[in-house]
């Protein structure tokens, strides 16, 4: 949990390093005087157990610890390398703008936690409201609705509706009116549909006709719903500008560029090694990776991917097959990133491996970035799998589960025992996982003579229990309890049940459809346009290498007395001494590597959310054809570009 390593590292920063800010006393007084209040609103929100000079001992502790490592690995690079004028103020800038963003962002993580959190549990607003209508249709108690919510979920609005029920214990409210209102209060800053739909709620109570409290509380959800709707919908309209703003800007200009590094030697630029590598595989990765978390910091949380445990049937060998995975993974891009070497040993047959500028098809170097690609990929994949696929059958057992709920509402309303509803609505779902589980509830009632609730929850043979599910579990429970009241009217509210999930399930697919234009656009970006690009702007810095050496190697043949000769020689050598094709390879490679990585995670963040399972799987399916792509666009634009060389 962020919270818990966030606490625990503002104390161990304390105990360590405390001596930093002198007095600690004192600072402790200045830093209580001097913090705002939504600082401390923001800890208090978070839930972080955190003094705020401890979180300001971190950011600066933090800071120095970044500054010392940096300046030991500039101190290693001046003493083993030569480094250029260049290459010296990208390490000065490296070197005091990472400490300073760190000091910046540790300073401001509970602000941006809770900020995080605020936009994030708007997600969990219909779901929450969802239990709490559904739960006052059975019983018109306010109380009770609001704890069934709180104790059948685990988002984090549902932990904020459990301290609701604490302060009420501990007198802090009245009663449920004051303590609702309240509540309603605090989460109208950030959703003022929630709030109106609250006061619905509450008003409901005060209906002296059923009918026309149920209309009440119909309207409430619609109102939820409706307005989770045009959230993700503002969100997808301003996701516009800002997806511009990084395909351009992080990704084509930094791609285009590469075709002109070689030649910048001509102004009198020298780019070396190190500066390479700063700028593509540290600096602007870190810069894209940023710009792409502040867009996804904003991004409202529609629905939240169920969680699947290591204890789930399926994963009962996950440990094992994580261990496995990683030793096959490492031997196998060891011996792929060693292909290049072990080629040129064996004489270069065919001449594949490039030994100069515009020779062979690939440098010996290049295995060396689909051995990388191996190893994330093959660990992703076969990891990750697994939860892919349990988590493909949960949201397909969701979708399945309305229609059967609204054929077992049926047949309970007709005065039929509960088995053998759910033997009828079984067989109605025959074929479906959700059909299944239903004849195992019946089969429950009928040969164990369980009561309803232990063959549906039971931990040993319940029908339910390797379905994990929050919004099937929380249904199911609604269910047992208003069955045991008549028959018609368990009937009626099961159908409305059924009702409410399809409605939830309808704003789903809306959602996803407002988001598809980007999530798209940025995995097509990742898989084919950003690595096909990279390719023959590779492909184009050789050509353009060979060019100038080519040309320092002419004018190095005219007399000494034409002057030009001397200035041609070192602007055809100064990509050639500076940076080896090997080198100059790499350092795009593993920057295509990172760019996919962070791409895929970007469109995977619009579009589901942190489902890291998904991610995961996604990333292990997506980086091979990216590099793929990679591959055959250098390949084929060296072959081609070799003709004009």
């Not at 300046?71 to 390490?91: A, E, G, K, N």
């Not at 019946?442 to 040993?460: K, M, W």
Request: with cysteine; aromatic share 10%.
């Amino acid at each position: 949990m962020p919270g818990k390593w966030y606490s625990t590292a503002c104390k161990h920063s304390v105990n360590y390093f405390g001596w930093l800010v002198g007095d600690l006393e004192r600072f402790k007084k200045k830093s209580e005087a001097s913090v705002s209040q939504e600082f401390m609103d923001s800890l208090n929100f978070c839930g972080f157990d955190v003094e705020p000079y401890e979180s300001q001992i971190l950011a600066i502790s933090g800071a120095v610890i970044s500054f010392i490592m940096l300046i030991v690995m500039d101190l290693v690079f001046f003493r083993f390398m030569v480094v250029s004028s260049t290459t010296i103020i990208f390490m000065v800038m490296t070197t005091l703008l990472i400490p300073s963003a760190l000091l910046l962002y540790l300073s401001e993580y509970p602000k941006i936690h809770a900020r995080f959190l605020k936009i994030h549990s708007l997600g969990d607003i219909p779901e929450i409201l969802s239990y709490v209508v559904m739960s006052m249709k059975l019983v018109s108690n306010m109380e009770r609705a609001i704890s069934f919510a709180a104790a059948n979920s685990n988002r984090p609005l549902a932990r904020d509706l459990r301290k609701l029920i604490w302060d009420m214990h501990v007198r802090v409210y009245t009663d449920i009116d004051d303590a609702l209102i309240a509540f309603a209060n605090q989460w109208g800053k950030n959703s003022e549909y929630f709030k109106r739909a609250l006061y619905l709620v509450k008003s409901s109570t005060n209906e002296p006709d059923e009918a026309q409290r149920v209309m009440t509380l119909n309207k409430s959800l619609d109102i939820v719903l409706e307005g989770t709707r045009h959230t993700m919908e503002g969100f997808a309209a301003r996701l516009k500008t800002p997806t511009y703003v990084l395909y351009s800007i992080f990704i084509l200009i930094p791609l285009a560029l590469v075709a002109l590094l070689p030649a910048v030697s001509i102004v009198g630029v020298r780019i070396d090694a190190v500066t390479l590598i700063l700028l593509y595989d540290l600096i602007l990765p870190l810069a894209t990776f940023a710009y792409a978390e502040y867009i996804l910091l904003q991004r409202p949380a529609a629905f939240s991917p169920p969680n699947i445990p290591d204890e789930h049937p399926r994963l009962v060998n996950i440990r094992s097959t994580r261990r496995s995975t990683m030793i096959l993974s490492i031997a196998v891009a060891v011996l792929i990133s060693a292909s290049g070497y072990i080629w040129l040993q064996l004489g270069n047959p065919g001449g594949i491996v490039s030994t100069g500028a515009m020779t062979g098809y690939v440098p010996v170097s290049f295995p060396l970035i689909w051995g990388v690609t191996a190893l994330i990929s093959i660990y992703a994949f076969r990891v990750y799998a697994p939860y892919k696929s349990i988590r493909d059958e949960i949201k397909e057992i969701e979708r399945q589960f309305a229609d059967a709920l609204f054929v077992l509402g049926r047949r309970i309303s007709e005065g039929r025992s509960p088995e053998w509803a759910f033997m009828q609505t079984a067989q109605t779902m025959k074929g479906t996982g959700i059909g299944k589980a239903f004849q195992n509830v019946a089969q429950n009632i009928s040969f164990l003579r369980t009561t309803l609730a232990g063959a549906i929850f039971d931990q040993e043979y319940g029908a339910f229990k390797n379905i994990y599910s929050e919004r099937v579990h929380t249904t199911m429970r609604l269910f047992t309890e208003s069955v045991y009241k008549s028959h018609e009217a368990a009937g009626v509210a099961i159908v409305k049940l059924a009702d409410h999930l399809k409605e939830l399930q309808e704003v789903e697919d809306n959602i996803k459809s407002s988001l598809y234009d980007v999530t798209s656009t940025m995995k097509t970006t990742a898989t084919i346009f950003a690595p096909l690009i990279a390719g023959v702007t590779l492909a184009l810095s050789e050509v353009i290498q060979k060019i100038l050496q080519d040309i320092s190697h002419e004018m190095s043949r005219l007399p000494d007395d034409i002057s030009i000769s001397s200035i041609m020689s070192d602007v055809g050598g100064g990509m050639e001494q500076s940076i080896s094709p090997d080198v100059f390879i790499l350092a795009v490679g593993f920057y295509i590597i990172i760019l996919v990585v962070i791409m895929v995670r970007f469109a995977g963040g619009i579009e589901y959310g942190g489902d890291k399972a998904q991610f995961m799987y996604e990333l292990g399916k997506g980086l091979p054809l990216s590099i793929l792509v990679f591959t055959i666009s250098m390949v084929v634009s060296r072959t081609l570009f070799a003709s004009i060389v």
